[in-house]
């Protein structure tokens, strides 16, 4: 009990000055640099800097440092609620003074003075902005960030899973992935790609005959493999099996093409994919809500055209 009402003296002590209590009012408002807050009180460095000092000791203050500048902001989510109450008491009664309105005339003017400043710079940089983002994070952050809105429960199959592009764009963000394929050479540059991932099994097979037990699966994808396979059909009908109902395949695939010379070089089965002959392939395996996309066009590659099919497994299948 002792303890309490001294800590209450302390939160009492240090919100007991004007300029104190005017620095808290500002701060509850928005965060601001110490040059910000001079600005708005009208107060020399010093002054604002010995205030903040004391609101700090007393917890009234949380700083935070980005780069060069430190920011100030009221740190009323960590206090005692008694400390809190006697805050919004002491507010509700500066607020009406003319001190605080001018106070809150100044606080506006900043705000809108640094929301100023981001959209100068974003007028000024609109025509430069893509090489500028490139430059600084870039071309596939933003795709690899995507993952994040998977389901982080789910476990996932990459099936025909090659060097593991897919695999390790996954990972980071799923329970687990079953990373699937018939080379072991492929396995093997896949383990090394993973680079100490505890959450993916690589297992040896073909996509004819998963070995993946059934529904075992929440999601499957499959990368540029179809193509390779004499009977499609049959292996989305495994995929069908390992999925759980509802669960969710992607197939990533080549539209038709003419590049004959594929079929020698690489033992391509199929010059691509017409949109129209995956629908019936995908419902009559068990799919349900099947979309086939074509994917937008990526400037200086040498392949055909690819598209993303996407289907859930029937639930009741
Ligand atoms: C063109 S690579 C694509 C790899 C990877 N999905 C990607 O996006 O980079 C095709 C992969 O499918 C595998 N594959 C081909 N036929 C297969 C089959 N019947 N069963 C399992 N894997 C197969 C190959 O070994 C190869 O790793």
């Avoid at 003319?98 to 640094?114: F, G, M, P, S």
């Avoid at 695939?253 to 995908?282: I, K, S």
Wanted: glycine share 6%; with cysteine; hydrophobic share 45%.
């Amino acid at each position: 009990m002792e303890a309490e009402s001294t800590a209450m003296l302390d939160w009492m002590n240090a919100l007991g000055d004007a300029t104190r209590a005017r620095l808290v009012r500002i701060i509850e408002q928005s965060e601001m640099t110490v040059a910000d807050l001079c600005a708005v009180l009208q107060l020399p460095q010093s002054t604002v800097s010995r205030h903040l000092k004391i609101l700090s000791d007393a917890g009234w203050v949380q700083a935070r440092s980005e780069g060069t500048s430190r920011f100030y902001r009221l740190g009323l989510g960590d206090l005692d609620p008694s400390a809190r109450r006697l805050w919004t008491l002491l507010r509700d009664k500066l607020a009406a003074s003319r001190q605080a309105q001018n106070d809150d005339r100044r606080l506006a003017t900043i705000v809108a003075e640094r929301q100023t400043r981001s959209q100068a710079f974003f007028s000024s940089a609109a025509g430069q902005w893509d090489r500028m983002r490139r430059e600084l994070f870039g071309d596939r952050f933003d795709l690899l960030a995507l993952a994040a809105l998977l389901d982080e429960s789910w476990t996932v199959g990459d099936l025909g899973c090659g060097t593991g592009q897919v695999t390790t764009t996954l990972a980071p963000f799923v329970r687990r992935v079953i990373a699937v394929d018939s080379s072991r050479a492929m396995m093997q540059a896949l383990r090394r790609r993973l680079n100490g991932s505890t959450n993916v099994e690589v297992r040896h097979g073909r996509l004819q005959a998963l070995p993946i037990d059934d529904a075992e699966l929440d999601a499957a994808v499959s990368c540029l493999v179809l193509h390779h396979l004499p009977d499609p059909p049959a292996v989305l009908a495994e995929a069908a099996r390992v999925l759980r109902p509802g669960g969710r395949l992607l197939i990533v695939d080549m539209l038709r093409h003419d590049r004959q010379e594929y079929q020698q070089q690489m033992g391509h089965e199929w010059l691509g994919f017409e949109a129209a002959q995956m629908t019936p392939w995908l419902t009559d395996c068990g799919f349900e809500q099947v979309r086939i996309l074509p994917l937008p066009p990526v400037p200086q590659v040498k392949g055909p055209p690819l598209f993303a099919a996407t289907a859930r497994k029937v639930a009741d299948a």
